[in-house]
T-cell receptor, first 112, second 111 residues
């Protein structure tokens, strides 16, 4: 059973650019959530996808968008990057909603 | 008030000590509760779910008090390998739309 995998592991972008982060959920998991974790803080919920549809969103602006594909893998897109977007972005999958999540190892994004 | 609050930490304890982490949540309608562990520069990993009746897993005991909106985690006979940040997580509804993480409490177990 493969776990949750994220790519890339590290990324450096310039302010104003766009970025796409990718996540392959654990086999059999149809629910994927994305979180942003700034240094020294707990993860903050960005949004969740369930069966290819957005199923809840946290307090993030529209320039944060996502997709889920038929194989339940997912993408997080961030447009017009700002310096404060620098963080660890975590993808988490679950076999069903409201169940404990399995996290990927994250993508560390640095915006300069 | 933050939705999920935890002891600010860090906690520095000797090996073999018993350590307790406290967590409070503001949404009385919250449905499910978890403790996650996060090692430095790694992803959070599920430590245990927290049930109303309380539950134990080896050296770890979790308790939930819905009336007080309070969750706890007790680690007995702490090991060096227990050093990590412990995150309290509250699910606000049964649909998994929004797991809310606390800021975490860092634990260092010292030899």
């Amino acid at each position: 059973e493969t776990g949750v995998t994220q790519s890339p592991t590290h990324l450096i972008k310039t302010r104003g650019q766009q970025v796409t982060l990718r996540c392959s959920s654990q086999s059999g998991h149809n629910t994927v959530s994305w979180y942003q974790q700034a240094l020294g803080q707990g993860p903050q919920f960005i949004f969740q996808y369930y069966r290819e549809e957005e199923n809840g969103r946290g307090n993030f602006p529209p320039r944060f968008s996502g997709l889920q594909f038929p194989n339940y893998s997912s993408e997080l897109n961030v447009n017009a990057l700002e310096l404060d977007d620098s963080a660890l972005y975590l993808c988490a999958s679950s076999p069903r909603q409201a169940y404990g999540y399995t996290f990927g190892s994250g993508t560390r994004l640095t915006v300069v | 008030r933050k939705e999920v609050e935890q002891d600010p930490g860090p906690f520095n304890v000797p090996e073999g000590a018993t350590v307790a982490f406290n967590c409070t949540y503001s949404n009385s309608a919250s449905q499910s509760f978890f403790w996650y562990r996060q090692d430095c520069r790694k992803e959070p990993k599920l430590l245990m779910s927290v049930y109303s009746s309380g539950n134990e897993d080896g050296r770890f005991t979790a308790q939930l008090n819905r009336a007080s909106q309070y969750i706890s985690l007790l680690i007995r006979d702490s090991k060096l390998s227990d050093s990590a940040t412990y995150l309290c997580v509250v699910n606000k509804d049964n649909y998994g739309q929004n797991f809310v993480f606390g800021p975490g409490t860092r634990l260092s177990v010292l030899p």
